[in-house]
């Protein structure tokens, strides 16, 4: 268990709806970052938060967004669904110790478009 | 960020040490080598980093050459429960992790 919760851990849903994917970091980790999981892309970064300010960008869609809340959990929204958005979407919150970071990753929410 | 170069799969008897090779020639000075795993659909699993050290935790041990253009995850005694797809990443200052395709490591009973 790497004390990163996600939740729901399974989502079904239509085109053209909107969902909101939810993620709590370990106690006391800042950063959170976002990844997308589907079987044709692989794993790929979407976007971090740190302390409530984004901080990167990735490959996310103009359709998705995201924020970090003063007590520090995080929201993926992903709107105007359509059918290749269906995938596993991790969350990961970093620790930096010894001048390096470490993403402990959540057990992903799997999100499916029909 | 450097890129990595794994193989896309291996064999290894269970109890047997599994050695997981990894190319990262393009590596710079400030970035890290880290690997993590994912079993089958589970949210993927941190394992160990390195900077240029060898690096040993509970989970395995990290050997990283000279030159840093290479290294190897040991998993000193295999079980069937590391069987996973087993990741190899360089970063750096910008903290997001690439991910390739990974070694798929088959452990055999």
């Known amino acids: 268990d790497s004390g990163v919760t996600q939740t729901p851990k399974h989502l079904i849903t239509a085109t053209g709806q909107r969902v909101t994917l939810r993620c709590s970091p370990r106690s006391g980790d800042l950063s959170v970052y976002w990844y997308q999981q589907s079987l044709d892309q692989g794993l790929q970064f979407l976007i971090q938060?740190?302390?409530?300010?984004?901080?990167a960008k990735g490959n996310i869609l103009e359709r998705f967004s995201a924020q970090q809340f003063p007590d520090l959990h995080s929201e993926l929204n992903l709107s105007s669904l359509e059918l290749g958005d269906s995938a596993l979407y991790f969350c990961?919150?970093?620790?930096?110790?010894?001048?390096?970071?470490?993403?402990?990753f959540g057990p992903g929410t799997r999100l499916l478009v029909l | 960020d450097a890129k990595t170069t794994q193989p896309p799969s291996m064999d290894c008897a269970e109890g047997r040490a599994a050695n997981l090779p990894c190319n990262h020639s393009?590596?710079?000075?400030?970035?890290?080598v880290y690997w993590y795993r994912q079993i089958h659909s589970q949210g993927p699993q941190y394992i160990i980093h390195?900077?240029?050290n060898n690096e040993t935790n509970e989970m395995a041990s990290l050997i990283i050459t000279e030159d840093r253009k290479s290294s190897t995850l040991i998993l000193p005694h295999a079980t069937l429960r590391d069987t996973a797809v087993y990741y190899c990443?360089?970063?750096?200052?910008?903290?997001?992790?690439?991910f390739g395709t990974g070694t798929l490591l088959a452990v055999q009973p």
């Open positions: 990443i360089v970063c750096g200052a910008t903290n997001k992790l690439i």
């Open positions: 990961a919150s970093s620790v930096v110790a010894s001048g390096s970071e470490t993403q402990y």
């Open positions: 390195g900077l240029k």
């Open positions: 938060y740190y302390n409530g300010e984004e901080r």
């Open positions: 393009t590596i710079s000075g400030n970035e890290y």
